[in-house]
């Protein structure tokens, strides 16, 4: 299993670059040229919101991202350290922490139409979206 592991500072900028590394990892893992594109799209969603969750809760680690290159599969690990309740524990009704659950909604939807293996957990440690693609048979033998 071959990963590479990328962190930067949560910083919007940073994640166009975490985009393109993850195209071209996900590229030479032989995911599906078709599916590049979401691939692309689905981690500069997860990226943002990571940013984001680090940016409105002041904190200053790094946002971890991890390609990780599996037997059939390819997986992406994007991590914040932003401390927070499971989904479902929010209390409504709490002012702008509604409008913050409900960005962080609907880009947790985005990803679910982007991807179709997705997971997601989130506590007082932090949160993990891991999001997985097939490798194309082809691609399993070679490298």
């Known amino acids: 299993m ?31 040229e078709a599916v590049l594109d979401e691939v692309r799209l689905a981690v500069g969603e ?5 940013v984001g969750l680090h940016q409105s809760g002041g904190i200053t680690a790094p946002v971890k991202v991890a390609l990780i290159e599996e037997e059939k599969q390819f997986s992406i690990e994007v991590g914040d350290e932003a401390p927070r309740a499971a989904p479902g524990d929010r209390v409504p009704g709490s002012g702008a922490d509604d ?7 609907m880009g947790l939807a985005v990803i679910s139409g982007l ?3 997705v997971e997601v957990t989130a506590g007082e440690a932090g949160g993990l979206i891991r999001m997985t693609w097939p490798r194309t048979p082809a691609a399993a033998t070679v490298g």
Do not use: Q, Y
């Open 2 to 32: 071959a990963t590479v592991e990328l962190r930067f500072s949560a910083l919007p900028e940073h994640v166009r670059t975490a985009r393109l590394v993850a195209a071209a990892v996900a590229r030479r893992a032989g995911v599906d």
């Open 46 to 50: 997860a990226c943002t919101r990571a």
């Open 99 to 105: 409008m913050d659950a409900e960005e962080d909604e």
């Open 115 to 117: 991807v179709d293996d």
